[in-house]
């Protein structure tokens, strides 16, 4: 069987990406897309999170929100992945990327302070 090397390999020139389609990523991180539409979103509570921010009524209240919005946007800035984010006297992890909270303790109550696999703190 013969190959025919005269046919063009890829997409033709005058084909363009549709507007459903999937963006390209490279490097593993989120795309292009993504980033831009993280943007606009606000910031979410895992499941874990907002159960121990119930249970040890723990304040969060609309002033410390917005503090921390605006800390995971300048983390996000600077690159960072999983941080945690001193508000006064709670302190947070949060994945970054996905504006999400993983968990919340009082920074005073606390018996174990030691917080692993974060790359960066964030004092709010």
Do not use: C, W, Y
């Not at 991180?29 to 980033?35: L, R, T």
């Not at 993280?38 to 209240?61: E, M, P, T, Y």
């Not at 303790?105 to 606390?110: C, F, Q, R, T």
């Amino acid at each position: 069987m013969a190959i025919d090397r005269t046919q063009q390999i890829g997409p033709s020139p005058g084909a363009a990406r549709q507007p459903g389609q999937a963006s390209v990523r490279s490097g593993g991180g989120p795309s292009f897309q993504d980033a831009l539409s993280n943007l606009g979103r606000g910031v979410q509570f895992s499941n874990h999170a907002q159960k121990r921010i119930d249970r040890r009524d723990l304040d969060i209240d609309s002033q410390r929100l917005d503090r921390l919005n605006s800390a995971i946007t300048r983390a996000a800035e600077k690159g960072a992945r999983n941080s945690v984010v001193m508000l006064d006297d709670l302190a947070v992890v949060v994945d970054i990327r996905d504006r999400k909270v993983v968990t919340a303790i009082n920074a005073e109550s606390g018996k174990e302070r030691v917080f692993t696999n974060i790359d960066s703190v964030v004092i709010a």
